[in-house]
């Protein structure tokens, strides 16, 4: 339990910052009454783990991911907590981009953490079978 403890601590200040980090390991909400966080690629990993975090210190999370219809421990995530809300976002889809802009124009962001990703597959990335489509497509996403 000590060292999940120590490592959402230490997730936090290197994401965030050291004064975020503190106020989210002592359970206080930096100088706003109910601080909003946005975390893409939240169904899973490292994206869910500071979901579930922030979500269990209070913050507002808007928990982002391609598929929420499959999200299965995101959506099990958001049946503990209503601070949680799951939002549809494709972060190489201008048009998911922009709908999600759209939809909280005007409503201020504390913290976004730009999680989502992909690795590409080990098989592409040897040098033997090196995929330039493959390392693009990993570029373009990460």
Known sequence: MIRIARWRWLMAL???????????AQDKAPDQA????????????IGLALARVYADHGWHVIATCRDPEHAT??????????????????VV????IDALVAKYRGRPIDVLINNAGIAGGYEGQL????????????????
């Open 14 to 24: 290197v994401l965030c910052g050291s004064t975020l980090a503190t106020a989210v």
């Open 34 to 45: 109910t601080p909003v966080v946005l975390i893409t690629g939240s169904n899973r990993g």
């Open 73 to 90: 421990d995101l959506k099990g995530l958001t049946a503990n907590h209503a601070n949680v809300v799951i939002e549809t976002l494709d």
């Open 93 to 96: 889809s201008q048009p998911s």
């Open 127 to 142: 040098p033997a079978h090196f995929d330039e489509t493959v390392f693009e497509e990993v570029m373009h996403v990460n």
